[in-house]
Nanobody, 114 residues
Framework: QVQLVESGGGLVQAGGSLRLSCAAS????????MGWVRQAPGKEREWVAG???????SYADSVKGRFTISRDNAKNTVYLQMNSLKAEDTAVYYC????????WGQGTLVSVSS
């Protein structure tokens, strides 16, 4: 069974840091673009960051300079390092693989207290 499992969410104070992990199983995703999206309560899902198989990265303007996406293809894992967290970063964070068909994780909650 192909799946992505996120971990690392939790409660943190504004200005703090968290690192999310997304572990893939059932197949390798080294050739696929991977990324993160988030959905805050009552809001639309928002794309956060993406990384290509070669390691090129891109970010939403709202997180640029604070978040860093990376991947370890040997571990079949993608990471999202989140620094200088703000209350508006509170959301459920989902990782995805832009494969065909796309694969999504179940989400991990990040809560930032102000």
């Amino acid at each position: 069974q192909v799946q992505l499992v996120e971990s690392g969410g939790g409660l943190v104070q504004a200005g703090g840091s968290l690192r999310l992990s997304c572990a893939a199983s059932g197949r390798t995703f080294g050739d696929n673009v991977m990324g993160w999206v988030r959905q805050a309560p009552g809001k639309e899902r928002e794309w956060v960051a993406g990384i290509t198989s070669g390691g090129s990265t891109s970010y939403a303007d709202s997180v640029k300079g604070r978040f860093t996406i990376s991947r370890d293809n040997a571990k079949n894992t993608v990471y999202l390092q989140m620094n200088s967290l703000k209350a508006e970063d509170t959301a459920v964070y989902y990782c995805y693989s832009a494969s065909y068909p796309a694969v999504w994780g179940q989400g991990t909650l990040v809560s930032v207290s102000s």
